[in-house]
C-alpha cells in the first residue's frame, strides 16, 4: 500500500483518521476562503452579478469562442466562459449596465437560444426534483427552436425530392453517355431543352432554396469558424457544398451540363440529418435521468429581535442572522448550532452515511438534514452553504477535454488551406493551359468538392449520436462524447464509499430485541423522522405508512407539519433529541441513542454496552431499546455493500486497473474494501476538499484517474477527475459534473462503459475511413478527366452508405 502527500488525504491503514464527528470544519476548506471555492454569485466589492445561461445550438468548440467574444464584447461583461459539451454559459456582468434579460438577447443569435439557469446549476423549477430539467420558458425555447431546424430541414428534403427526381431522369443519362460514350437516343430532345435553359434555372432555384434551408446549421457554423478565425468541420463542409453551388451557377451561365447541385443537396441533408440525430440523442440522454435530490434551499426562518420569525429569500441573509431549522428540514447556510442539541444527516455534503449529533457552539454545513430536535443557526461571516461552493467548485475544475469533435476540427484547420492551395493550383495549371477564365474558375470549384474531405462531418456526429444511443440502450448515460477516448487511458478508479460501493441506505443489520418489543419499536419510531428511524419502522411496523412531510418530505422549504400514519394507540409521546419514547399497551417504552439512556436515567447492562461498544467499532449505528426502566436490546444499523463490489474490482484489476476507495466515515466502515488485492489504498474521513485533493494528487502519482461517486460531496472530485462516473440515483450536481451515469444503480455497468468505450473507439476509427472513400473514389476519375455529376453521386452514396451502415450496427453483440 503506497501514502499519498497531499493532505488532508489519509491512508487507513498508515496514518490516524478522524472519526465520524467534525465540529471543528465540517466543509473541509478552513482557510480556503474565496480561492479554493471560486467566485460567489454576487461580488459585492465589485459589484458584479455570476449568471448561468443554457445556450441551446451550442455543438462544436467553436461555438464556445463565439459565444464567449460576443458575450464580452457587450458593455457590462467582465468575463465569460462557456462548454459546448453541457450547453452551458457562465457570465460576470454589473446588472446595473446589462441584465440577464439583455444578455439572453445578446447571445441569443444566428440560431443560439440563450436562457437563464441558477447559479447552482440548475434551474428555476419550483419542484427542483429533477436532475437538469429545463425551466418551462426554456422548454418551450428548446421547443421552438427544434421545431423550426425540423420545419427548414424537412422543407428543404422536399425541395430536394423535387429536384431530384427530375435530376435523375433528364441529366444523369446524359452523364452515363458522357462516361461511357454511349449515345443518348431518346434523350437527344431533353439535351436540346436543358441546353435552352430551360431546366436549370429550376435546379439552381431550388437548390438554393434546400441550402438554404437544411444548410442552416452549416451555413451558421461556417459563418462562426470565420468570425472567430478557428476552422471547424462546419466550415469544411459549407466550403463543399457551396463550391459545388457555385460551379453549377457558372456552369449554367456559360451553358454546360455538367452542374453539381444534386452535390449539394445530398452533402447538405446528410450532415445536417447527422447533426439533428447527435443533439437528439444528447438530449435523450439527458432526460433519461430524472428525479434526482436538489439540495439547494431558496428561503430561511429567520429569527427577529423580538423573537418573531420571517422567512426571507436565501440572497437575503446577512452574516450573523439567526435561521430557526426544525426537523426534516435542510439547514440553508453554513453557521454555527446557537441553541439546544440536534441530530443532522450531512451525508450530501460530507459523504458520511451516518447521522451526526451536534451541540452547541458545533459548526453546522449547509445543505444538511436535521433529522432530530430543532437548530438555531448563527450565519457564517459568508452567509453561504457549502452546497453552494460545492457547485462553484463544479464549474472551475469541470472542463471538456480536447476529444473526437476537437480532433476533427483541428484536422479539417489543417485540411481547408491545403485543399484550398490544390484548388488554386489546379485552377492555374489549367488557365496556363490556355482554357480560359471560365473553364479555370469550374477547375477551381470542382477541384474543391473533388479534394474535401467533407464526409468528416457526417461520420463525426453520426458516430457520436450512434455511440451515445447505443450506450443508453445498455443503461449508461453519456453527457460527454469525449469519454470513449478518455477511459482508454484509465490507470485508477477512485470509488466513494457511501452510496457507491456500498447501497447507500440505512438498513436493520441485527436486532437483539425480545420479539413482542419490536412491534412497539416500530410503532414509536413511525412517528419519528430520521434515516435510522425509517429503517426501524420498515423493518418492524405493522402499519407500513410512513411519516409524511406535508412540503414533500425534501425539507427544501421551512414549516409543515407532520402527519401520522400508525393506527396503534400511543400514550404520552415524546420526541427527545436522540430518540422517541412513549406507553404502548401500558408500558413505557424508550428507544434512541445510548446517551439517551443514562439521561433519562434508565438501566444499561453490562452486556448491552459491549453489544453497544462492539457495534461502534464496525462503523454501525447502535440504537438500544428498553421498556419501564431497563434497556432490554440492540438494534444494529448499517450501511451495506452492494452485492456486486467485488466483482467490479476483479474486472477491473483484469484490465489491469487499480481502486481507490474514499469515504468521509471512519476507517473501520471501509475496512472490509480494505482487503481486497485490488484496492491499492482507502483514505477515510476525508471531506469534499479532500476528495478533490486525493484526485489531484493521485492523477500527479498514478496518471489518468476516473472517479465514481453519487453525492454532491463527490461532485468536485468527479469534475477534477480525468473521468467521472455518477451513479443514477446520485444528486443532480453529481451527475452535472459527471460525463456519464449509470442509470440502474448497478456496479457491474462500469465494466461495461470500458466495453462500449472500446467498441466505440473502433467505430469512429471506421466511420473516419469511409470519410475518406468519397476522396478515394472521385480523385481518380478526376485525374483521368472522367469527372462528372453522376460519378461524385455514387461516391456520396457509397460513403455516406458505408458509414451510416456502419454506424447503424449495435455497439456490443
Given amino acids: 500500500m503506497e501514502t499519498l502527500d497531499a493532505a488532508p488525504v489519509h491512508d487507513t491503514r498508515e496514518s490516524p483518521v478522524r472519526g465520524s464527528r467534525r465540529s471543528e470544519d465540517p466543509s473541509g476548506t478552513a482557510g480556503s476562503g474565496e480561492t479554493e471555492w471560486g467566485a460567489t454569485a454576487k461580488d459585492e466589492a465589485t459589484g458584479t452579478t455570476r449568471t448561468y445561461l443554457h445556450i441551446d445550438g451550442m455543438h462544436n468548440p467553436t461555438c464556445e469562442l463565439f459565444v464567449e467574444s460576443r458575450a464580452t464584447a457587450s458593455d457590462g461583461v467582465?468575463?465569460?466562459?462557456?462548454?459546448?459539451?453541457?450547453?452551458?454559459?457562465?457570465?460576470?456582468?454589473?446588472?446595473?449596465?446589462?441584465?440577464?434579460?439583455?444578455?439572453?438577447?445578446?447571445?441569443?443569435?444566428?440560431?443560439?437560444?440563450?436562457?437563464?439557469?441558477?447559479?447552482?446549476?440548475?434551474?428555476?423549477?419550483?419542484?427542483?426534483?429533477?436532475?437538469?430539467?429545463?425551466?418551462?420558458?426554456?422548454?418551450?425555447?428548446?421547443?421552438?427552436?427544434?421545431?423550426?431546424?425540423?420545419?427548414?430541414?424537412?422543407?428543404?428534403?422536399?425541395?430536394?425530392?423535387?429536384?431530384?427526381?427530375?435530376?435523375?431522369?433528364?441529366?444523369?443519362?446524359?452523364?452515363?453517355?458522357?462516361?461511357?460514350?454511349?449515345?443518348?437516343?431518346?434523350?437527344?430532345?431533353?439535351?436540346?431543352v436543358s441546353d435552352t435553359l430551360v431546366l436549370l434555372p429550376l435546379f439552381l432555384t431550388v437548390s438554393g432554396v434546400v441550402l438554404f434551408f437544411s444548410g442552416l446549421p452549416l451555413l451558421r457554423g461556417a459563418y462562426v469558424s470565420l468570425k472567430t478565425r478557428t476552422a471547424n468541420t462546419d466550415l469544411l463542409v459549407t466550403v463543399t457544398i457551396v463550391s459545388a453551388y457555385l460551379y453549377g451557377l457558372v456552369a449554367l451561365v456559360a451553358g454546360r451540363l455538367d452542374v453539381y447541385f444534386d452535390l449539394t443537396i445530398v452533402i447538405a441533408a446528410s450532415v445536417v440529418a447527422a447533426i439533428l440525430y447527435e443533439s437528439l440523442q444528447k438530449q435523450r440522454a439527458v432526460e433519461q435521468l430524472t428525479d434526482l435530490t436538489v439540495s439547494q434551499v431558496e428561503e430561511a426562518r429567520v429569527i427577529d429581535a423580538d423573537g418573531s420569525t420571517s422567512t426571507v429569500l436565501i440572497d437575503d441573509l446577512e452574516p450573523g442572522d439567526r435561521v430557526l431549522v426544525t426537523q426534516g428540514e435542510r439547514v440553508p447556510v453554513d453557521g454555527k448550532l446557537r441553541e439546544d442539541e440536534c441530530t443532522v444527516d450531512e451525508a450530501v455534503v460530507t459523504g458520511e452515511s451516518l447521522p451526526v449529533l451536534k451541540e452547541p457552539g458545533d459548526q453546522v454545513v449547509g445543505g444538511s438534514v436535521v433529522t432530530e430536535g430543532a437548530a438555531i443557526v448563527e450565519a457564517g461571516p459568508d452567509a453561504t452553504s457549502s452546497i453552494d461552493r460545492l457547485t462553484e467548485s463544479v464549474w472551475e475544475l469541470h472542463s471538456a477535454t480536447h476529444g473526437l469533435q476537437r480532433r476533427v476540427d483541428r484536422l479539417a484547420g489543417r485540411l481547408i488551406p491545403a485543399v484550398v492551395a490544390g484548388a488554386v493550383l489546379a485552377s492555374a495549371a489549367v488557365f496556363a493551359l490556355g482554357y480560359g477564365a471560365v473553364v479555370s474558375v469550374l477547375a477551381f470549384g470542382a477541384s474543391v468538392f473533388v479534394l474535401s474531405p467533407w464526409a468528416l462531418g457526417l461520420s463525426t456526429p453520426l458516430s457520436v449520436a450512434t455511440n451515445i444511443r447505443d450506450a443508453l440502450a445498455e443503461g449508461v448515460v453519456v453527457f460527454d462524447e469525449t469519454v470513449f477516448e478518455r477511459i482508454r487511458n484509465t490507470e485508477v478508479v477512485v470509488f466513494d464509499k457511501t452510496g457507491t460501493l456500498t447501497t447507500g441506505a440505512m438498513r436493520v443489520i441485527e436486532a437483539d430485541v425480545p420479539p413482542a418489543l419490536l412491534a412497539a419499536v416500530g410503532e414509536l419510531e413511525q412517528r419519528a423522522n430520521h434515516p435510522a428511524a425509517d429503517a426501524i419502522a420498515t423493518a418492524f411496523a405493522e402499519d407500513s405508512r410512513y411519516v409524511a412531510r406535508a412540503d414533500g418530505g425534501d425539507g427544501s422549504k421551512p414549516g409543515g407539519p407532520q402527519e401520522v400514519g400508525s393506527t396503534t394507540d400511543i400514550d404520552e409521546f415524546e420526541t427527545h433529541t436522540t430518540g422517541v419514547s412513549g406507553v404502548l399497551e401500558g408500558s413505557r417504552v424508550l428507544v434512541g441513542h445510548p446517551d439517551l439512556f443514562v439521561e433519562e436515567d434508565?438501566?444499561?447492562?453490562?452486556?448491552?454496552?459491549?453489544?453497544?461498544?462492539?457495534?461502534?467499532?464496525?462503523?454501525?449505528?447502535?440504537?438500544?431499546?428498553?421498556?419501564?426502566?431497563?434497556?432490554?436490546?440492540?438494534?444494529?444499523?448499517?450501511?451495506?455493500?452492494?452485492?456486486?463490489?467485488?466483482?467490479?474490482?476483479?474486472?477491473?484489476?483484469?484490465?489491469?486497473?487499480?481502486?481507490?476507495?474514499?469515504?468521509?466515515?471512519?476507517?473501520?466502515?471501509?475496512?472490509?474494501?480494505?482487503?481486497?488485492?485490488?484496492?491499492?489504498?482507502?483514505?477515510?474521513?476525508?471531506?469534499?476538499?479532500?476528495?478533490?485533493?486525493?484526485?489531484?494528487?493521485?492523477?500527479?502519482?498514478?496518471?489518468?484517474?476516473?472517479?465514481?461517486?453519487?453525492?454532491?460531496?463527490?461532485?468536485?472530485?468527479?469534475?477534477?477527475?480525468?473521468?467521472?462516473?455518477?451513479?443514477?440515483?446520485?444528486?443532480?450536481?453529481?451527475?452535472?459534473?459527471?460525463?456519464?451515469?449509470?442509470?440502474?444503480?448497478?456496479?457491474?455497468?462500469?465494466?461495461?462503459?470500458?466495453?462500449?468505450?472500446?467498441?466505440?473507439?473502433?467505430?469512429?476509427?471506421?466511420?473516419?475511413?469511409?470519410?475518406?472513400?468519397?476522396?478515394?473514389?472521385?480523385?481518380?476519375?478526376?485525374?483521368?478527366?472522367?469527372?462528372?455529376?453522376?460519378?461524385?453521386?455514387?461516391?456520396?452514396?457509397?460513403?455516406?452508405?458505408?458509414?451510416?451502415?456502419?454506424?447503424?450496427?449495435?455497439?456490443?453483440?
Fill in 78 to 192: 467582465t468575463a465569460a466562459e462557456t462548454s459546448y459539451v453541457t450547453e452551458t454559459a457562465r457570465i460576470d456582468h454589473d446588472p446595473e449596465e446589462i441584465t440577464e434579460q439583455t444578455l439572453c438577447d445578446r447571445l441569443s443569435t444566428v440560431g443560439y437560444t440563450a436562457t437563464v439557469l441558477d447559479a447552482q446549476g440548475g434551474t428555476r423549477e419550483e419542484d427542483h426534483h429533477r436532475r437538469a430539467d429545463l425551466t418551462r420558458n426554456e422548454r418551450r425555447a428548446r421547443r421552438s427552436m427544434d421545431e423550426m431546424l425540423g420545419f427548414r430541414y424537412i422543407a428543404g428534403v422536399v425541395f430536394g425530392t423535387f429536384l431530384l427526381l427530375p435530376y435523375v431522369v433528364v441529366l444523369y443519362p446524359v452523364y452515363i453517355s458522357s462516361t461511357f460514350g454511349m449515345s443518348l437516343g431518346p434523350f437527344d430532345q431533353v439535351t436540346g
Fill in 602 to 813: 434508565w438501566e444499561l447492562p453490562d452486556g448491552i454496552e459491549e453489544t453497544v461498544a462492539a457495534t461502534r467499532d464496525d462503523s454501525r449505528l447502535p440504537v438500544v431499546v428498553g421498556r419501564e426502566g431497563r434497556a432490554e436490546g440492540v438494534i444494529v444499523l448499517g450501511d451495506e455493500p452492494r452485492r456486486e463490489w467485488d466483482r467490479t474490482l476483479d474486472r477491473l484489476a483484469e484490465r489491469d486497473i487499480e481502486a481507490v476507495v474514499l469515504t468521509g466515515d471512519d476507517e473501520q466502515s471501509a475496512d472490509r474494501f480494505s482487503h481486497h488485492p485490488a484496492v491499492r489504498n482507502v483514505f477515510a474521513g476525508v471531506p469534499p476538499a479532500g476528495k478533490t485533493q486525493t484526485v489531484r494528487a493521485l492523477q500527479a502519482e498514478a496518471g489518468h484517474v476516473t472517479m465514481v461517486g453519487d453525492g454532491t460531496n463527490d461532485a468536485p472530485a468527479l469534475a477534477r477527475a480525468d473521468l467521472g462516473i455518477a451513479l443514477g440515483s446520485g444528486t443532480a450536481l453529481a451527475s452535472d459534473a459527471a460525463d456519464l451515469a449509470i442509470v440502474d444503480e448497478d456496479l457491474t455497468a462500469i465494466e461495461t462503459v470500458f466495453d462500449i468505450a472500446t467498441a466505440a473507439r473502433r467505430r469512429v476509427t471506421r466511420n473516419t475511413g469511409l470519410a475518406l472513400l468519397y476522396n478515394a473514389v472521385v480523385i481518380p476519375f478526376a485525374l483521368l478527366g472522367m469527372l462528372n455529376p453522376l460519378v461524385t453521386t455514387v461516391a456520396v452514396a457509397l460513403s455516406g452508405g458505408l458509414i451510416g451502415l456502419n454506424a447503424s450496427r449495435p455497439l456490443l453483440r
